[in-house]
């Protein structure tokens, strides 16, 4: 008996060890200490399988200031940067970083918004840089600040601008009462030179409508991906969203009556990539891969973990996409589930 449960007991040790062992491994090769908060939280993220880098913001974005940062991709002439921007006590900050997650720059703006114009060079809220040295440009913004295309809510997913034929069109919205589109259009010379931009009436019947996101495939010719919806829902998730095509020139397009729609989408989670609209759905658990043509879903990826605290961002071309939890304040990179 005294063999036995002496042997008993060395096998407990030995089980507890190799439990130890296990999470020290995970914690060396995640490189960050939130790996812990994905191994002792009560469900393990399937998306904790797809991270391929991570950089810890908790240092510099002070506790319960990361929910006003969001991030972006923004892509031009071979480059690529992820960019984490919002607001804290101090004023609006942007983190640059590389599509691998090395920051190259930290810079005060004002206005929250990142877009490439006519001539790519990245505008990063009043910031314009030169892609590959992120130098500041010599394109003056003309005391333009680009801003969250949906300032009612802050949860706008995709891109903060556009490039049609002859400008970069930002700050793209609603007015209160109204079904008509509207935004500003930037012709870029050695100043960016703005003009209003206003649509046609996208419907007589749906009013009060939001921008929650704008999806773009960087073609001038091609139409964008208006996500719209009406204010109001559970965590504004139980709502309708609205998929309307829409002309990057006249930003005509619908009727949204007819256009394909979905509910149960989480707000935060809309990006865009190889030429479907990315989301997280409520009702399935699980990240979606939409048909923008019809709303129907492609692929999913189970994840029982809720992403309501979190932002994304896709490349447009796909191979990745980037997640920032304004809890935590980890910016992740996830190799492509689709």
């Known amino acids: 008996m005294e063999i036995r449960t002496s042997r008993a007991v060395r096998t407990i040790k030995a089980i507890r060890v190799l439990q130890a062992a296990c999470v020290?491994?995970?914690?060396?090769?995640?490189?960050?200490?939130?790996?812990?908060?994905?191994?002792?939280?009560?469900?393990?993220?399937?998306?904790?399988?797809?991270?391929?880098?991570?950089?810890?913001?908790?240092g510099i974005i002070p506790a319960g200031q990361g929910y006003s940062y969001h991030v972006r991709v923004a892509e031009s002439g071979g480059y690529g940067y992820v960019v984490v921007i919002g607001n804290q006590s101090s004023g609006s900050v942007a983190f640059i970083y590389d599509l691998d997650l090395n920051l190259l720059k930290t810079t005060p703006v004002t206005g929250n918004g990142v877009a490439?114009?006519?001539?790519?060079?990245?505008?990063?809220?009043?910031?314009?840089?030169?892609?590959?040295?992120?130098?500041?440009?010599?394109?003056?913004?003309?005391?333009?600040?680009?801003?969250?295309?949906?300032?009612?809510?802050?949860?706008?997913?995709?891109?903060?601008?556009?490039?049609?034929?002859?400008?970069?069109?930002?700050?793209?919205?609603?007015?209160?009462?109204?079904?008509?589109?509207?935004?500003?259009?930037?012709?870029?010379?050695?100043?960016?030179?703005?003009?209003?931009?206003?649509?046609?009436?996208?419907?007589?019947?749906?009013?009060?409508l939001q921008v929650s996101a704008l999806l773009d495939d960087g073609v001038p010719a091609d139409n964008l991906i208006a996500v719209l919806r009406t204010p109001g829902g559970n965590n504004n998730n139980s709502i309708t969203c609205y998929f309307v095509a829409v002309s990057k020139v006249t930003l005509s397009g619908g009727p949204i009556e007819t256009s394909p729609s979905r509910t149960n989408l989480e707000s935060t989670s809309f990006g865009f990539a190889n030429g479907c609209i990315m989301a997280y759905d409520l009702s399935s658990a699980s990240f979606v891969r939409i048909n923008p043509a019809n709303g129907s879903t492609q692929s999913s990826f189970y994840s029982a973990t809720d992403p309501s605290n979190t932002t994304f961002a896709y490349r447009v071309n796909g191979g990745s996409f980037y997640g920032f939890d304004q809890k935590s304040r980890i910016l992740t990179k996830y190799g492509a589930w689709w």
Do not use: H
Not at 35 to 56: R, W
């Open 24 to 58: 020290l491994a995970a914690v060396i090769s995640f490189g960050s200490c939130s790996v812990l908060s994905y191994i002792f939280g009560s469900v393990f993220p399937a998306t904790a399988m797809l991270a391929k880098a991570q950089a810890d913001l908790s």
């Open 116 to 208: 490439v114009d006519t001539a790519g060079n990245i505008a990063i809220g009043s910031q314009l840089l030169t892609p590959g040295t992120l130098a500041q440009s010599s394109v003056s913004l003309n005391g333009i600040s680009i801003n969250s295309i949906n300032t009612n809510s802050g949860d706008a997913g995709g891109v903060d601008g556009f490039i049609n034929s002859s400008s970069v069109v930002v700050n793209l919205s609603y007015n209160g009462g109204s079904s008509i589109l509207g935004g500003t259009a930037c012709t870029v010379t050695s100043t960016w030179n703005p003009s209003s931009i206003t649509s046609t009436t996208l419907s007589t019947t749906i009013f009060n």
